[in-house]
């Protein structure tokens, strides 16, 4: 079954700490997966994608085929950090299969 | 401004009072979708349009309705709401689905069934 695991609903971590977003998956094709975040008071909106292999506001993500794994890290959190985080996986039908989200919460 | 606009953004009905909640994006994207988002499940997809006249069911489409008459609009139908539809609701629209991926997304509907 194809399925996105998000094992944390809450992430709490010092700014200025490293942090780890976690994100597994099960799919029996090539995956295409996606980071979404959405930052209080904000509409949900797309942070990164993987096949673009991007940095985006300090943030990437790698994909591990062989962990079927595509964690979110930032080695440095912000306190504009702070949001609710998204893994998604596309599936043959071009559907979006959704995790159930990690906060994170970025302590000053 | 390019955006997805959902009305209304917060609603308490009682059951069975028939609801709709609009959406609509200025985008002149093909793909549009609707979604409810409830703690510790995510987000779920109810139901999708991949073009005007086109819609399919998604994961959670019992007790819901849809239309795609034109391309900007894709209204949400409660016809009968029950107090398991109290939910944040979320329209999203893309291009095309399948290029890339993003979604654009409304802020949001709540709903709560009494």
């Known amino acids: 079954a194809q399925r996105v695991t998000q094992p944390e609903k809450l992430l709490s971590v010092f700014k200025g700490a490293p942090v780890e977003l976690k994100c597994n998956y099960s799919y029996s094709g090539s995956p295409e997966l996606f980071w979404y975040v959405q930052y209080s008071r904000q509409r949900l909106q797309l942070l990164l994608r993987h096949i673009s292999r991007e940095s985006i506001k300090g943030f990437t993500a790698d994909l591990n085929k062989g962990e079927t794994s595509f964690h979110l890290k930032k080695p440095f959190a912000q306190e504009e950090d702070s949001a609710m985080y998204y893994c998604?996986?596309?599936?043959?039908?071009?559907?979006?299969?959704w995790g159930a989200g990690t906060k994170l919460i970025i302590k000053p | 401004e390019a955006q997805v606009t959902q009305n209304p953004r917060y609603l308490i009905t009682v059951t069975g009072k028939k609801l709709t909640v609009t959406c609509s994006q200025n985008?002149?994207?093909?793909?549009m979708s609707w979604y409810r988002q409830d703690p510790g499940l995510g987000l779920r997809q109810i139901y999708y349009s991949m073009n005007v006249e086109v819609t399919d069911k998604g994961d959670v489409p019992e007790g819901y309705k849809v239309s795609r008459k034109e391309k900007r609009n894709f209204p949400l139908i409660l016809e009968s709401p029950s107090p398991n539809q109290t939910s944040l609701y979320f329209c999203?629209?893309?291009?095309?689905?399948?290029?890339?991926?993003?979604?654009?997304f409304g802020e949001g509907s709540r709903l709560t069934v009494l």
């Open positions: 985008m002149n994207h093909e793909y």
């Open positions: 998604a996986l596309m599936d043959s039908n071009y559907q979006l299969i």
């Open positions: 999203a629209s893309t291009y095309r689905q399948g290029l890339g991926g993003e979604l654009f």
